[in-house]
């Protein structure tokens, strides 16, 4: 599958390849032409914003500052309030559903007389890993922004990536952006993150060995993965086996 592919099946950057993104975007397809509030829930990373973006291309968008939701909706038709479930106060509704069309994103299931009133249709986006087949095309549409960020190309195997799913798509963006940083990072750059890290953190009187794992333990995940084995990762590494044995016993609950 080539980035030319996902563009195409990506539209408005809603990645569309398994079954419940598919549903999602064909409902949105039908609510683009309707005066109809909708309710995006799902968790975080989900799709929730891009979706409600596909809704509604020109729509005002409210994102924290809520006072500020009469003058906004004043200069556009629609409105897109982004996690409504953290409003506290959502009288609001009633007087802004009157003249302008919502479409408002949730990170869990809502119960609420006032929701369940204002927004008679409701999209639920499922986590992605109930979405496996947006996964890897998700991926190539943020490597593509990564590409466009950095101004280089990259070789980058993203069927070899593991990747974090904790946050969904926020979580895969990350691994890509910082996949790509590390293509290109020199020793001293490293260096100078473990610096700023340890700046912050020293001051226990027992620094040295408190620490030692930012060095040991990446070493030791390396080997383990080049080498195959301690007794290759021993002399590639010039420790005696024991020494090398102890230390990965040391370090054993974080491998």
Do not use: W
Request: aromatic share 10%; net charge positive; charged share 30%.
């Amino acid at each position: 599958m080539s980035l030319a592919d996902v563009v195409q099946v990506a539209v408005a950057n809603f990645i569309a390849y398994s079954r419940a993104s598919k549903e999602a975007l064909k409902s949105a397809n039908i609510l683009k032409s309707l005066n109809i509030n909708v309710l995006i829930e799902g968790p975080k990373g989900s799709g929730k914003e891009t979706l409600a973006r596909y809704i509604s291309p020109k729509a005002s968008i409210i994102k924290k500052d809520l006072n500020e939701i009469d003058k906004i909706s004043e200069k556009s038709s629609d409105v897109i309030i982004l996690n409504i479930d953290q409003c506290k106060n959502l009288h609001f509704l009633d007087s802004i559903s009157k003249k302008s069309k919502i479409i408002a994103t949730s990170n869990q299931t809502t119960k609420s007389e006032i929701i369940d009133r204002i927004f008679p249709i409701k999209i639920y986006l499922p986590p992605l890993s109930e979405r496996k087949e947006d996964i890897l095309p998700l991926a190539k549409k943020f490597l593509q922004e990564a590409q466009e960020v950095f101004s280089e190309e990259i070789e980058m195997d993203l069927t070899s990536i593991e990747f974090d799913l904790s946050e969904n798509g926020d979580s895969i963006k990350k691994s890509i952006f910082f996949n790509y940083f590390i293509k290109n990072i020199e020793d001293n750059q490293i260096m100078e993150c473990i610096e700023k890290f340890l700046f912050e953190k020293i001051g226990t009187k027992n620094d040295y060995k408190e620490f030692l794992y930012l060095y040991e333990l990446p070493l030791i995940k390396a080997g383990f993965k080049k080498f195959k084995s301690q007794l290759k990762m021993a002399q590639m590494f010039g420790l005696n086996r024991n020494t090398l044995r102890k230390k990965i016993k040391d370090y054993e609950e974080k491998l």
